[in-house]
């Protein structure tokens, strides 16, 4: 009996351990951090890829290359140029 319910319990804790794992693993990735300038257009407006996400953000002078970083801000991206 004592056998049968240590089992059952030990079959609980791993099973609460792996579904934990499973949502942890689910979590977005938080927004807004270093990227990189990949186009720029006329406009002023730069293509910035942070990790795997790009996003369109005002910066007049951008460069392709440029190190930004990167946050959001009331809904909205604010990307700045690292100094070189």
Known sequence: MIR???QWVFMALLVT???ATLAMAQLP???G???T???VDPQGMATVQVGEK???VHLPDAKVGDK????VS???WQCTIKPK
């Open 68 to 71: 930004v970083d990167c946050k």
């Open 29 to 31: 990735v938080p927004p």
């Open 17 to 19: 351990g792996l579904v």
């Open 33 to 35: 951090g270093s990227g």
């Open 74 to 76: 009331n809904g909205t």
């Open 54 to 56: 790009e996003q369109k």
């Open 37 to 39: 300038v990949i186009a």
């Open 4 to 6: 049968t319910r240590t």
